[in-house]
Nanobody, 121 residues
Framework: QVQLVESGGGLVQAEGSLRLSCAASGSIFSINVMGWFRQAPGKQRELVATETSGGTTNYADSVKGRFTISRDIAKNTVYLQMNSLKPEDTGVYYC???????????????WGQGTQVTVSS
């Protein structure tokens, strides 16, 4: 069984900062991509940022220059440093990991339970 546990969400004023963390645990052989997605009320879930095991990062245009994703490969953990937050960043942030449970296993997507981020104006 695999679990992704997020932490670090909360309420912050505009231009403030938050740092999200997500730790993956359980029956994990290797993780390819880890990242963050978010869903605002009434909207579809969207990509925020991802990082591959090789260190390649990808960001949504709306967060470039403000958010930074990083990983601790040894700890199966991914972080999202969010600076200069805006009210439109409000939503539930979900951690995602593409991982496999054994050498010959396929990679599958796993999701955390989500953490609420609210940015007040």
């Amino acid at each position: 069984q695999v679990q992704l546990v997020e932490s670090g969400g909360g309420l912050v004023q505009a231009e403030g900062s938050l740092r999200l963390s997500c730790a993956a645990s359980g029956s994990i052989f290797s993780i390819n991509v880890m990242g963050w997605f978010r869903q605002a009320p009434g909207k579809q879930r969207e990509l925020v940022a991802t990082e591959t095991s090789g260190g390649t990062t990808n960001y949504a245009d709306s967060v470039k220059g403000r958010f930074t994703i990083s990983r601790d490969i040894a700890k199966n953990t991914v972080y999202l440093q969010m600076n200069s937050l805006k009210p439109e960043d409000t939503g539930v942030y979900y951690c995602n990991a593409q991982l496999r449970k054994c050498y010959n296993c396929n990679f599958y997507d796993y999701w955390g339970q989500g953490t609420q981020v609210t940015v007040s104006s």
